[in-house]
Nanobody, 123 residues
């Protein structure tokens, strides 16, 4: 089972950008669909952006379309997410998810979770 560790969270002002990284262990990363989820206290964890093993399929939540991008570097076992024009509503704990099921319309069925990294956006 692959293990993942997130990095890159922090506190920013509205309108600024952040890039999150997710480093994965093991040799299976290149074959796994991956994703980013987020959760705020009292709410269900939700999929934000997901990408298939070869990058050919991506999913984005409606709330982040046009502002967030997802990419991966398979030789480096790393998943990335670029977040632009951040809003206070983007404040959440962000989790890297491994071995997800992704289509252009949904992302779920996560096998492994990272420990999460906090993103806080102030107005």
């Amino acid at each position: 089972q692959v293990q993942v560790v997130e990095s890159g969270g922090g506190a920013v002002q509205a309108g600024e950008s952040l890039r999150l990284s997710c480093a994965a262990s093991g040799s299976t990363f290149r074959w796994l669909d991956m994703g980013w989820f987020r959760q705020v206290p009292g709410k269900k964890r939700e999929a934000v952006a997901c990408i298939s093993w070869n990058g050919g399929t991506t999913y984005f939540a409606n709330s982040v379309k046009g502002r967030f991008a997802i990419s991966r570097d398979n030789p480096k076992n790393t998943l990335y997410r670029q977040m632009n024009n951040l809003k206070p509503a983007d404040t959440a704990m962000y989790y890297c998810a491994a071995d997800v099921r992704v289509t252009p319309f949904e992302c779920g069925r996560v096998t492994s979770w990272g420990q999460g990294t906090q993103v806080t956006v102030s107005s």
